[in-house]
């Protein structure tokens, strides 16, 4: 059957799990994955979609979601996009924010259902994820049948044909989308490089206690567990006093 699949990425997923569990805890990397999901939860409430019916596959860092037409998957796209931009908007620093990268094709798609288990198979799906390894975060990177399927409203958002890299020389028509459009400076920065650059002339010990107040705040934003809100705090104040006893 024909469907559209859209496949979305989280920009700089492993670095911050990385530093999640080293830091504190494998369940924080959970809290994490839940705050990704809650995007994708975002744009399917804008498409009128439930869960148990689009959403094929998670990953820690995004998700496969497939929807009946061309229509709908941008419209949950776009919706991502916007959750991410108005979530961006209320921080005051790169390690707080949230970027994805979004690719979706339209093609022959065979769905199965197992229990409560979907398996989805087809190339339409491998091509989605070599389209969103083609967008920049902020962006929609769509192949030419869901082009073609979009209504005359979407379909302006996008830009000219371009070509995308299949497998080996392969190549295919592609149209980009950019819905949210972030500086080159936040999409290049890197969740652990903040100090460094915000503080240049500071000691290495200063900045890395610096980097830790950012990121223990970001998590205290994000935990609904008490005990790891106490001790997130409790880490907040010790690396606070640690910058005073630096001269910061």
């Known amino acids: 059957m024909k469907k559209t699949v859209v496949e979305l990425d989280l920009k700089g997923y492993s670095d911050i799990a990385r530093e999640l569990e080293e830091h504190l805890s494998a369940e924080m990397v959970g809290k994490f994955n839940d705050q990704i999901q809650s995007f994708v939860d975002v744009g399917l409430k804008a498409v009128n979609a439930h869960r148990a019916e689009v959403v094929c596959a998670t990953t820690g860092d995004g998700a496969i979601v497939v929807f009946d037409n061309a229509d709908q998957g941008h419209a949950f796209s776009q919706a991502v996009h916007e959750a991410t931009r108005k979530h961006n908007a209320e921080k005051t620093v790169s390690a707080a924010q949230r970027w994805f990268r979004i690719g979706i094709a339209t093609g022959d798609l065979d769905i199965q259902t197992v229990g409560a288990t979907k398996k989805i198979a087809g190339s339409v799906i491998a091509r989605a994820v070599r389209l969103e390894g083609a967008a920049n975060v902020g962006e929609v990177v769509a192949d030419a049948d869901t082009f073609s ?23 295919f028509a592609a149209y980009r989308c950019v819905v949210v459009s972030p500086s080159a400076s936040v999409a290049a920065t890197k969740f652990v490089a903040l100090s460094s650059a915000t503080h240049p002339h500071e000691n290495k010990a200063l900045s890395l206690w610096r980097e830790k107040v950012v990121f223990y705040e970001e998590q205290l934003a994000i935990t609904s567990s008490a005990s790891q809100k106490f001790e997130l705090k409790c880490q907040i104040a010790e690396a606070k006093e640690k910058i005073q006893e630096l001269g910061g």
């Not at 399927?149 to 190549?171: C, D, F, I, N, V």
């Open 149 to 171: 399927g979009l209504s005359e409203g979407p379909k302006l958002q996008y830009g000219a044909r371009e070509w995308a890299a299949g497998k080996g020389e392969e190549k």
